[in-house]
């Protein structure tokens, strides 16, 4: 940890933001979105040439694999600084590193930002994965929570004690089945189109995609009943970025075993 301890310090020059910004505002100038071949719009793969977000938690999976699939998605590469002790927690606690005291915690673009859900939407908004407009974001935002919901259950499940899983995973599978996977299936035949909203992937989509891998892993037939969340599922599995993510030796993280709980619970517990 310490040769990690030594890059915490990464430094965003005057010269890299104002590349940065010229960035973004040439995506900006860019005008009307244009598909491309991976599936981002023009807009968004200019985006992706910043500079290399820095992500701090543990080797696992936890609150901060949505934050990881996004940024693969949107084509961005990262560095991770793994906390491996409770002392490495503390070193970020204690240089003011955590606003909350907690991780996940990402250092993007000169800031330090903590708080899953916020640190989700910066990077959706960054790379034009938010909508085109209010509307667009209010419902990407709505249905994002709901993906939260079940995602929460979901991520928590391989630490909670030995004696409560059978429970918790019967109720995932009933969340799943009768709750959630239904409500995005409804959306998705309501409209006919390629992705939950807008008809242009958002960060939900992708979010979405990540929790029905995981629901899979605890319960394999979960979307024997779901034909459109199940292409869904392909499309987004099939766009280049994300394609390239799913190959084995990529930053996406197993499922946990015991010993990453064990780790996860002595740096949190
Ligand atoms: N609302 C926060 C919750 C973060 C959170 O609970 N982090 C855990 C690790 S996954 C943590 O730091 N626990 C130690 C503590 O709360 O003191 C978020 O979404 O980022």
């Not at 392909?234 to 197993?254: A, E, M, W, Y």
Request: contains cysteine.
């Amino acid at each position: 940890m310490r040769e990690v301890h030594s890059t915490y310090n990464v430094k965003i020059t005057r010269d890299s933001i104002t590349e940065e910004a010229q960035q973004q505002l040439k995506a900006e100038e860019s005008g009307p979105a244009q598909r491309t071949s991976t599936g981002l719009s023009e807009n968004q793969t200019i985006a992706g040439m910043a500079g290399k977000p820095v992500l701090h938690y543990f080797d696992g999976r936890g609150r901060m694999e949505s934050i990881r699939w996004l940024l693969a998605a949107a084509g961005v590469e990262f560095e991770e600084k793994f906390l491996k002790t409770r002392d490495d927690l503390e070193r970020l606690r204690n240089d003011g590193s955590l606003m909350f005291q907690q991780a996940p915690m990402v250092e993007i673009d000169g800031m330090k930002l903590v708080q899953t859900r916020a640190i989700l939407n910066y990077i959706a908004t960054k790379y034009n994965l938010s909508g085109k407009d209010m509307k667009e974001r209010a419902i990407i935002d709505m249905y994002t929570e709901g993906v939260m919901d079940l995602d929460e259950m979901v991520l928590c499940h391989p630490y909670i004690p030995k004696e409560e899983k059978e429970g918790n995973l019967a109720k995932i599978k009933d969340k799943a089945r009768n709750r959630y996977f239904p409500a995005y299936e409804k959306v998705l035949k309501s409209h006919g189109q390629d992705y939950l909203v807008g008809n242009r992937l958002s960060s939900v989509d992708i979010y979405l995609v990540k929790l029905l891998y995981h629901v899979e892993e605890l319960d394999p037939s979960a979307l024997t009943n779901f034909p459109l969340l199940k292409a869904l599922r392909t499309r987004v599995s099939n766009l280049p970025n994300v394609k390239k993510f799913l190959q084995p030796g990529s930053p996406r993280k197993p499922l946990e075993d015991e010993k990453c709980v064990e780790t996860a619970m002595k740096i949190f517990h």
